[in-house]
């Protein structure tokens, strides 16, 4: 089964980075105010990017790596549209 990266803009133009199988529903628990804690502060605008992985193991891992970088580098990477490796 697949696992997702993904990269939230919240409202407040923060970011949010996240991993789930289903990234639709998991969006859409954010927008209703159900998903993370950070989201519930700073509600979503829209979805940036989405990774796809092979495994939970290799999102965790991307997922780790992602919000080790600035803001300027993760929007560049939703831009680019590049998943990185795990």
């Avoid at 803009?9 to 927008?31: F, K, N, Q």
Wanted: net charge positive; hydrophobic share 45%; charged share 25%.
């Amino acid at each position: 089964m697949a696992w997702f990266v993904y990269l939230i803009e919240c409202s407040d133009g923060s970011l949010y980075t996240g991993i789930a199988v289903d990234v639709e529903a998991r969006y859409a628990a954010h927008a209703r105010g159900k998903g993370a804690r950070y989201t519930r502060a700073h509600p979503p605008a829209r979805l940036l990017a989405r990774f796809e992985y092979p495994d939970r193991s290799a999102a965790l891992k991307a997922e780790y790596a992602i919000k080790q970088l600035s803001p300027t580098a993760k929007r560049a990477l939703c831009a680019a549209k590049a998943a990185p490796s795990p």
